[in-house]
């Protein structure tokens, strides 16, 4: 019986230690909490605000692999999607990159009006 009872007590002092640690964790999340590790990811609507564009020129761009985001929703017919905002500002650089500035087209000529 005396093996048994050591074996509880080693189990107990184990289990004080995880609890004293846990706490210990649990704390210093409390205490400092990371702004930034929470403002990183960002809503749809939120890129859309902070892009100027549409919510759903942002949904568009998830759907065509243009943008990562993440489902944290977890349903695949209604998805609540969370944006890194350094994925929405590699988005925007890339899609900068890509848009052109338009083309000079020269005099526009009217056959109706010839002041054109």
């Not at 004080?16 to 999340?29: F, G, M, P, R, Y």
């Not at 990811?41 to 943008?67: C, F, M, N, V, Y």
């Not at 929405?88 to 020269?106: I, T």
Request: with cysteine; aromatic share 4%.
């Amino acid at each position: 019986m005396r093996h048994l009872s050591d074996m509880l007590d080693d189990i107990a002092k184990r289990q004080q230690s995880i609890d004293e640690k846990l706490t210990a964790v649990l704390s210093h999340l409390r205490n400092n909490k990371c702004e930034s590790a929470e403002a990183e990811w960002i809503s749809i609507k939120q890129a859309a605000h902070l892009a100027g564009i549409s919510e759903t020129s942002i949904r568009r761009a998830i759907r065509r692999g243009q943008l990562k985001a993440c489902n944290v929703g977890g349903s695949s017919r209604r998805p609540t999607w969370r944006i890194k905002r350094t994925d929405l500002q590699a988005f925007l650089e890339a899609d900068a990159a890509r848009s052109s500035p338009p083309k000079p087209r020269g005099k526009y000529r009217s056959r109706h009006f010839s002041d054109l």
